[in-house]
């Protein structure tokens, strides 16, 4: 070559420095650059391909970071990682000049990972400068200039693809400083997003503690982040183990929703639960799906779903679900946080149910203390159970038989014979004494407000209803009700008062929420049920659902031996609460009360006593023995008929007071009894006013 033709050469080499100096100024992206670099040197150089292979020292590997194939592609990708020790490669970064390889295939088929696919790649010999790329502070890896059909490069082109190492070298730097500033801004923009999500959800564990809300707010929140098409949230029922859903969140069609079948959860998936571990299903396992469980998430092309479990501090509390139309949308860090995000809200969960709970026993609480107050202020029949008759004795020996169980009893007796007092002694007796003993006199409410009184009602119910009222079966949820004069029920809550005791369930009136209940049922009445269930005026299936276990009372005339007993505790109770003290009760009193067969029972011969402590002024009774009718009935009338006997009883009191019913010492006060119940038996038993009157 002449002087001419190499100064040529070299005023060509020089262009095409230049032209890679400003190839590497203007690029940005480290491939474009090889490819800027591979068309300038092209000019100048006879090459094949341009390999940049980047170092990482801490796993003694390369990564093919860019290529210009040229002619010839090795057939590895971009992005491989090459080992490098022991190889040209390692000589090159070690001695930090260039080095020639003869056939730079003899360096890959050392790794049995891509030896079969470089000796397909070309049958010819691929000789390789490898040049070392560094900068001040590291060496960064090695520039590779390969080609086929020639061994060695002139001086002067080695000079030249040195200087263009050098300039690649500050190149590569700027780069992987600017890539590394990139992937740290963004990796500080998702830090700040993450801490943003945990912040918010945090934000909602304070703010919301109804378990919807808080869901609500937590799926707009996670939104936000993850952007995905929808989000569920289950909670899981241990008495079922299966998963309740509480919510689901369509955004951008749907909205939320609250009525979603519930999946059936297989043994992988409550392992799964158990075990923390986060769940991930695919397009086709969505698909495999029965219809009532993927019917929502089909019709929202939902294709991509990743789940974690809310686990409590003792036990799993649900799970929280989310979707995407774009397959495989969740990376294992963003399960991550979605499983940081559900540890926060299994602890929002808790304290949420917790509230829940709560607010339940709070207030119920407050309905037992305003029910236990209203019963605080009526009045009792009395106090105790007295009495030593074999009569008596039987009753309370089937009441001791029968309290420490469940099951719901039947008291039968006349009115005033203490129904009331057996009942309340079968729940202290009981398994359930600790709570509440709820008691309702069916013949005392009106029909119309029967169905509020028993089963409670929403608000807006009906015109009045302005707040939510629980009724008493709600009210005796874990206790007693007792319900006084049953067979006055009407018919048409027959039917849901046995529900009540055959599923333990109802609905508030004008709701449609059903409520769960655990309560015991007494049940008390003076009429005969079998002869209303004759007469069709009483359900047959309750009468024997209420007629578990009967307890039949005796009237007052049939414990002749307990009257002296009652007078006593009597007359002490009502001295005391009068502040007087009466010592005597004088024979002839005591024989006419003995005597007299108080059809009203025990509450008739309670506000006897009463009145007559009232009219005493000294230590003797004054009992007003004159009210009592001369004509004492014959002691076989306890033979008659419980209807005959009644029907008497009321007819004398009402002759003894010349028919008048109501007032001081009218037949109502006489025989113990309200005057609307004893016109309503008055009606019953046919008791007309020629009988009486006069």
């Not at 170092?55 to 210009?68: C, H, K």
């Not at 609500?216 to 995905?228: G, H, K, T, V």
């Not at 990743?306 to 003792?314: E, I, M, N």
């Not at 039947?410 to 057996?422: D, W, Y």
Request: charged share 25%.
């Amino acid at each position: 070559m002449g002087r001419d033709d190499s100064n040529l050469a070299d005023r060509s080499r020089y262009r095409a420095l230049l032209g890679v100096s400003t190839a590497i100024a203007s690029e940005p992206n480290i491939q474009e650059v090889l490819h800027s670099i591979s068309a300038l040197l092209s000019k100048v150089l006879s090459f094949d391909s341009i390999a940049l292979l980047l170092l990482n020292q801490q796993t003694e590997t390369t990564l093919l970071y860019a290529l210009e194939a040229g002619t010839y592609d090795p057939g590895i990708e971009i992005g491989t990682e090459l080992p490098f020790k022991s190889t040209a490669v390692a000589m090159a970064l070690e001695q930090q000049q260039p080095v020639f390889v003869p056939d730079i295939r003899q360096e890959w088929t050392k790794i049995p990972k891509f030896a079969e696919a470089v000796r397909s790649a070309s049958p010819e010999a691929l000789s390789a400068y490898i040049l070392p790329i560094s900068s001040s502070r590291r060496k960064l890896g090695v520039l590779i200039f390969g080609v086929s059909g020639r061994e060695q490069y002139s001086s002067a082109d080695v000079e030249l693809m040195g200087s263009v190492a050098a300039h690649v070298s500050i190149a590569l730097e700027s780069a992987l400083a600017l890539e590394s500033a990139e992937k740290y801004h963004q990796e500080l923009e998702r830090e700040r997003d993450r801490l943003k999500l945990l912040l918010e959800i945090n934000n909602h564990i304070v703010t919301h503690l109804d378990v919807n809300d808080l869901f609500r707010a937590a799926s707009i929140s996670i939104r936000e982040y993850f952007q995905n098409a929808f989000a569920g949230f289950w909670l899981f029922d241990e008495s079922c183990k299966q998963l309740q859903c509480v919510l689901f969140d369509f955004p951008g069609t749907q909205g939320f929703l609250e009525d979603i079948s519930t999946p059936n959860l297989t043994e992988d998936d409550l392992q799964r639960i158990q075990t923390r571990a986060p769940m991930v299903f695919g397009k086709e396992e969505i698909a495999s799906w029965p219809e009532f469980r993927s019917q929502h998430l089909r019709s929202e092309s939902i294709v991509s779903i990743g789940s974690v479990p809310l686990l409590g501090s003792k036990k799993p509390l649900g799970i929280i679900s989310l979707g995407s139309r774009q397959e495989n949308a969740f990376s294992t860090s963003d399960l991550d946080l979605l499983a940081q995000v559900g540890n926060q809200i299994a602890l929002a969960l808790e304290n949420a149910l917790a509230y829940g709970n709560l607010s339940l026993t709070r207030n119920r609480l407050e309905d037992e203390r305003i029910y236990l107050e209203s019963e605080i202020q009526s009045e009792y029949n009395f106090e105790d159970i007295v009495g030593k008759s074999p009569s008596l004795r039987k009753v309370l020996e089937q009441v001791s038989i029968v309290a420490p169980t469940d099951s719901t009893v039947l008291i039968v007796g006349e009115t005033g014979t203490g129904k009331e007092l057996i009942a309340r002694a079968i729940h202290n007796l009981s398994s359930r004494k600790s709570r509440t003993f709820v008691r309702l006199n069916c013949a005392a409410i009106p029909s119309g407000l029967m169905e509020s009184e028993l089963f409670g009602h929403e608000k807006g119910a009906f015109t009045g209803a302005l707040a939510q009222k629980r009724g008493r079966v709600e009210l005796a949820n874990e206790g007693s009700l007792f319900l006084d004069e049953v067979g006055d029920i009407d018919p048409e809550l027959q039917p849901k008062l046995l529900r009540v005791l055959q599923e333990r369930e109802f609905e508030r009136l004008g709701g449609n929420r059903t409520i769960k209940v655990d309560m015991r049922l007494i049940a008390a009445t003076h009429r005969d049920l079998l002869g209303m269930v004759r007469k069709g005026e009483f359900r047959e299936d309750l009468y024997y659902r209420l007629n578990i276990f009967p307890i039949h009372i005796p009237p007052l005339r049939d414990r002749g031996d307990d009257i002296p007993l009652l007078v006593q505790y009597f007359v002490s109770s009502f001295s005391r609460a009068m502040r007087k003290s009466i010592r005597v009760i004088p024979h002839e009193a005591m024989e006419a009360m003995k005597n007299w067969p108080w059809p009203g029972n025990v509450r008739e011969l309670q506000n006897f006593i009463e009145r007559s402590v009232i009219l005493t002024r000294g230590e003797t009774l004054a009992a007003p023995i004159s009210e009592l009718d001369r004509r004492v009935l014959p002691k076989s009338l306890s033979g008659r008929t419980l209807h005959a006997t009644e029907r008497e009883a009321i007819v004398q009191v009402l002759r003894a007071t010349q028919g008048r019913i109501a007032g001081p010492g009218g037949a109502a006060e006489r025989l113990g009894l309200k005057r609307t119940t004893l016109q309503s038996k008055m009606e019953r038993l046919g008791i007309q006013k020629p009988e009486y009157a006069g």
